[in-house]
């Protein structure tokens, strides 16, 4: 017994020296363990360097790219369209007007294709030919930040509301159509407007000297609606045949929406003009074309309107009775191989011919544009675009010798940058046909 006891007690011990041993070999995984997480910990000290120094770079080009604009920057984002809009009469009873600008427009954009690799997409509001409408659409743009500026209105009563409401937003804005002269008057003119389309203060003056010294009358009445394009042309008409030696023997007003003009023309009948200078647009100028035919007083009296109805569908409107009425208006005798490209395009992509006299101011209007973005937007390496609102108004306003369809645009300090030429058209045969042509001296 004491001889096994011995035995087992020796057994035993042998026993703890292989735990002791057991519990050596387990402790080198920990140590192993121990090793790992010290190369663990080294690693992402090297990944957050390396983060750390892509950060810094980040920083730098973002700040190559922060917009110290005075009145702010649209941002584009990398992929993304340049977002301009037009606001435009393209329904109802003067959208012939409006639409043939629209088309305008789309050509300009169409054929400038990318700037920096961002395409060009515009948004189409319609500014419905009056003050309504202009403030509307001019709501409609001022409330989007990503719309760099816009081509409009086609009327001035509507762009005298619009311009005040997109230039409280530093949002430039360029008429390929308005002609009133407040909208360019340093009294009045709104800080980001300008214009392609010619100032009636040169309109008028042509007009008025084409009556009294080509057709040789020196009796006229004129007639306006209110609205600042029609009532402003309508005096520049005035002051400048008075000027001449004519004689108005009526000024008078008449609502647009008018459906009865008889008292009106009757009135006017009796106050003898030898010509009726009717700058209006195309529902009340086609009802006074037709009503004038049938007033006793008004027989052999001139009539004349101005671009407000150049459009084949015042002819239609107006039935016969437009035949022989002269018309006064831009001069689109414009002999340059841009415009003789412009009209194959147009054609081909609307089945048309031009159906009113600014659709080449609209391009004109929208070239401008897009020139003043390409020469002051920054651009990122990773294709991000800054535009700065107040760099883009200053780089309109210095616009010099672009060529375009409508002559070489130059702007004035106050937006006036048409290169204006204004004809006197006569409707033969359904059709407006130059017959005088007339540039400011």
């Not at 037009?86 to 003067?94: C, D, E, F, K, R």
């Amino acid at each position: 017994m004491k001889r096994i006891s011995w035995l087992t007690l020796l057994m035993l011990l042998l026993a703890m020296v292989l735990v002791a041993c057991g519990g050596s070999g387990d402790a080198e995984p920990e140590a192993d363990t121990g090793e790992t997480d010290t190369t663990a910990d080294t690693e992402t000290e090297a990944e957050a360097d390396t983060d750390t120094e892509a950060a810094d770079t980040g920083d730098e080009a973002m700040e190559e790219m922060t917009c110290d604009d005075a009145i702010g920057c649209v941002e584009v984002a990398a992929g993304d369209p340049i977002l301009i809009a037009s606001a435009l009469v393209i329904t109802g009873p003067n959208e012939s007007l409006g639409l043939d600008s629209q088309y305008g427009v789309e050509i300009a954009i169409e054929q400038r294709g990318e700037i920096a690799g961002h395409t060009v997409e515009l948004q189409a509001e319609d500014e419905g030919c009056n003050a309504e409408g202009g403030q509307t659409a001019g709501q409609k743009i001022a409330s989007n930040p990503s719309i760099v500026g816009v081509i409009g209105t086609s009327c001035s009563g509507a762009g005298v509301p619009m311009s005040q409401i997109v230039c409280a937003e530093g949002i430039a804005m360029i008429s390929p159509s308005n002609t009133a002269p407040v909208l360019t008057d340093p009294e009045s003119r709104q800080s980001c407007y300008f214009r392609t389309a010619h100032n009636d203060k040169v309109q008028g003056r042509a007009m008025a000297e084409y009556v009294y010294n080509e057709l040789g009358l020196t009796k006229a009445a004129a007639i306006h609606d209110g609205d600042p394009y029609t009532e402003g042309l309508a005096s520049v008409f005035r002051d400048s045949f008075t000027e001449l030696g004519g004689e108005i023997v009526a000024f008078e007003a008449e609502a647009a929406d008018a459906t009865n003009v008889e008292p009106l023309l009757t009135s006017i009948a009796a106050a003898g003009p030898e010509i009726i200078y009717y700058p209006v647009f195309i529902p009340l100028g086609s009802l006074i074309t037709k009503t004038a035919k049938e007033i006793d007083g008004l027989e052999g009296v001139v009539l004349a309107a101005a671009d407000g109805v150049q459009s084949p569908d015042f002819i239609e409107a107006s039935g016969g009775a437009a035949e022989g009425m002269y018309v006064s208006g831009p001069d689109l005798g414009f002999g340059n191989d841009i415009y003789n490209t412009f009209l194959e395009t147009y054609q081909a992509n609307y089945g048309t011919e031009p159906t009113a006299p600014f659709h080449a101011h609209a391009y004109d209007a929208t070239n401008m544009l897009l020139n003043a973005i390409e020469a002051v937007a920054q651009v990122g390496d990773d294709g991000t675009m800054l535009i700065g609102r107040q760099a883009l108004l200053d780089q309109l306003g210095s616009t010099s010798g672009m060529a375009g369809i409508t002559g070489t645009i130059t702007c004035d300090e106050n937006g006036d940058c048409a290169d204006p030429k204004i004809a006197v058209s006569q409707v033969q045969d359904g059709a407006f046909v130059a017959v005088w042509s007339y540039e400011p001296q």
